[in-house]
């Protein structure tokens, strides 16, 4: 089922994400429609936060990005990142490994807002995957990108909180108004309660 996606302006976007201690039908049904509703959106990356769940769970599928390459190490060894894709990340923890670099972002919970943002371009990931079993892997570009991203969600941080203060002086009216359409949506729906 295709989820609706939480925009700039709500609050459950602040929110640091619960351990997930449980693999239970109803998180499998979650991973499930948060994979529906990425693919819907033509994102590449997915926080439960950014449908409703401040939960320690994010998606990730890079496949079919051409333009901007990723690396991926398995046990040590070079491995094709779309080997791990589709990405189910639960309880996450990163680790930079290469120095930081500029790279273009985007969000679906601030459509049509773009910047880039500096991360380190690789990292070492630790997580369970859909199953509950342990993953570990290194990776570098768009996947340690998005890693990062959907990463940065889960503990409540957002991708301007990460922005060069220029863009986000330049971003600040599209901002400003995305902020005042997500809370009056909102003060609609608590009224029509």
């Avoid at 009056?184 to 009224?191: N, T, V």
């Amino acid at each position: 089922m295709v989820l609706e996606v939480v925009q700039y302006g709500d609050p459950i976007l602040r929110r640091k994400g619960a351990r997930i201690e449980r693999i239970t039908p109803e998180l499998r049904r979650l991973i499930a429609d948060m994979f529906e509703t990425m693919y819907a959106a033509h994102g590449i990356g997915l926080a439960a936060q950014q449908v409703g769940h401040a939960l320690q769970l994010t998606v990730i599928d890079i496949r079919g990005v051409e333009d901007r390459p990723s690396t991926l190490e398995l046990n040590g060894e070079p491995a094709d990142p779309c080997r791990l894709m589709p990405l189910v990340l639960i309880n996450p923890e990163i680790e930079p490994l290469g120095p930081s670099v500029a790279g273009p972002e985007g969000c679906l919970s601030f459509p049509e807002i773009y910047a880039e943002i500096v991360r380190p371009d690789r990292i070492e990931v630790r997580a369970l995957d859909g199953e509950g079993r342990p993953l570990q892997f290194r990776c570098g570009g768009l996947l340690a990108r998005a890693v990062q991203h959907e990463y940065d969600h889960l503990q409540g941080i957002l991708f301007i909180d990460r922005m060069d203060r220029r863009d986000l002086e330049r971003l600040r009216p599209e901002l400003e108004a995305l902020q005042a359409a997500t809370r009056a949506r909102l003060a609609r729906r608590a009224a029509a309660r």
